[in-house]
């Protein structure tokens, strides 16, 4: 089957690890006999370098016309002093607005190989992890009104937080169709003691939740979300969350599993396309040594096979080359404890290996 996928490898270690995921997605080819169309184009920084702007008008109407979108990762010290509407990180929030993508799905798992590499006490590590967030994606703070004004005690900032029942019922929804197909759990997230947004959320989720009732519905202020997500995150199965608190944990979440560079994700709206991308930042001081952990984005790589381009078996192939792969002990640098480690290109190579063997 032939597919068009655009690849936007941004900034940083971005180039790097979508070299990795490409090197993957070229063994699936190979494997199942499928054609990827894959065409790089410039988003963030890069982009700021070579158009001007963190997403160019044609990088974005590529994105909606093509089957599935995988990106690196976006931002740098490089471009720190640009205009605050010309910051890489708007060309990210601009892509996902402008794709209409309103829910990201962050799945947290920690492998058995990588116990020993989660900061989490090993009794507790032991009883496994296995989260999904869906966290909204294009509302709330980071879209709000925001400025700066005169104030009482002088100048102030401000930012927005906003949201409307439409959008909260939306990812609601999502949230309780996924926990349908896993543990029938699903905890909202919220700041329901303080914040009037919050008690809009709960208030709604309550009511969407009553159109699931095998789902069990929790309430939790996020706070109390923090630490219980390293006093116990068995307890968990779909965390359901605003996009602010949603940043916030689903870093939290990765450090458990071992490394930031182990968890992928997708960002989905009412179509079939989709952002796929790790949840890592552009990490520019390893930029350029070969040294990034590129699991994220080949795992990202695989929920955009079997999401949006509905190749179920291809994904789990995927899936289980990185798994053998850890399993005969490869480990990039992060996830090695300061003993013996592969290149990002190394680890690429092996997990491609393993798909075609």
Known sequence: MNFNVVLLPGDGVGPE???????????????????????ALPVGGSAIDSTGVPLPKDTLEACKAANAVLLGAVGGPKWESVSAHLRPEKGLLALRSGMGLFANLRPVSLYSELVNASPLKSDIAKKGVDIMIVRELIGGIYFGERGFRDG?????????????INEIERIAKIAFEIASSRNKRVTSVDKANVLDTSKLWRATVERIAKSYPDVKLEHMLVDNCAMQLVKDPSQFDVLLTSNLFGDILSDEAAAITG???MLPSSSLGAGNIGLYEPIHGSAPDIAG??????????????MMLGTSLKLVDEAVAVENAVKRTLAKGLRTKDIAGGKKHVSCSRMAEEIALAILN
């Open 17 to 39: 690890i979508i070299d990795a995921a490409v090197a993957v997605l070229n063994a699936v080819e190979r494997k199942f006999g499928h054609n990827f169309h894959m065409r």
């Open 152 to 164: 009482v005690m002088g100048q102030e900032a401000y930012d927005t937080e906003v949201y409307s």
């Open 259 to 261: 490394s930031i560079g």
């Open 289 to 302: 040594k070969d040294e990034a952990n590129p699991i994220g984005t080949i795992l990202a790589a695989a």
